[in-house]
């Protein structure tokens, strides 16, 4: 039972190009999500879903990109990375009092 | 709609000193409240959860949380610092049908 993974651990980018960041859970649970990190800003929800094929915007949305085409995954894309992209991903899977989080994706846009 | 404020974003504390961490909330109802902890470079562990059943709730290594509704407050303590407590924490809010709502963080530092 892994719980929450993400890949990969780091990554660099240049601005402009492209990636995605994958998220996995095999705790069966519906509701997904996916927030970043600034100093000083705590966490902010980026995106969510509550099931296969339904996704929907968080608090900070822009740039980014979901699907949820089954249940145990949940990839974030950017598109076309900014540096304001640079932060510290995390993943979830759970809702309200049983959230478990992902060990983070940190990323750094040239 | 919920929002947590944490008062201090730095806060710094001896080794064997109580720690507290602030933590005020807004919500129209009753609140399910977090608080999470982060080591360096790690992700976001539980460290404790108010869900509506007793007020005073006890958490991994040594720390408790107090639910007082009359000052929408859910402050963190520890009796006694420890070096290994330096951290992140961060206090968080839920409707539990809902989404978490994070505050901005405290960092803690534990000086011998």
């Known amino acids: 039972n892994a719980g929450v993974t993400q890949t990969p651990k780091f990554q660099v980018l240049k601005t402009g190009q492209s990636m995605t960041l994958q998220c996995a859970q095999d705790?069966?649970?519906?509701?997904m999500s996916w927030y970043r990190q600034d100093p000083g800003m705590g966490l902010r929800l980026i995106h969510y879903?509550?099931?296969?094929?339904?996704?929907d915007q968080g608090e900070v949305p822009n740039g980014y990109n979901v699907s949820r085409s089954t249940t145990e995954d949940f990839p974030l894309r950017l598109l076309s990375a900014a540096p304001s992209q640079t932060s510290v991903y995390f993943c979830?899977?759970?809702?309200?009092?049983?959230?478990?989080f992902g060990p983070g994706t940190r990323l750094t846009v040239l | 709609a919920q929002s947590v404020t944490q008062l201090g974003s730095h806060v710094s504390v001896s080794e064997g000193a109580l720690v507290l961490l602030r933590c005020n909330y807004s919500?129209?109802?009753?609140?399910?409240l977090f608080w999470y902890v982060q080591y360096p470079n790690q992700g976001l562990q539980l460290l404790l959860k108010?869900?509506?059943?007793?007020?005073l709730v006890k958490g991994i290594n040594g720390f408790e949380a107090e639910f007082k509704k009359s000052e929408t407050s859910f402050h963190l303590t520890k009796p006694s610092a420890h070096m290994s407590d330096a951290a992140e924490y961060f206090c968080?809010?839920?409707?539990?049908?809902?989404?978490?709502?994070f505050g901005t963080g405290t960092r803690l530092q534990v000086f011998p």
């Open positions: 979830a899977a759970g809702l309200g009092n049983e959230q478990f």
């Open positions: 879903s509550v099931g296969a094929g339904i996704t």
């Open positions: 108010y869900t509506s059943a007793a007020t």
């Open positions: 919500s129209s109802v009753p609140p399910y």
């Open positions: 968080a809010v839920t409707l539990n049908t809902d989404k978490l709502i």
């Open positions: 705790m069966n649970h519906e509701y």
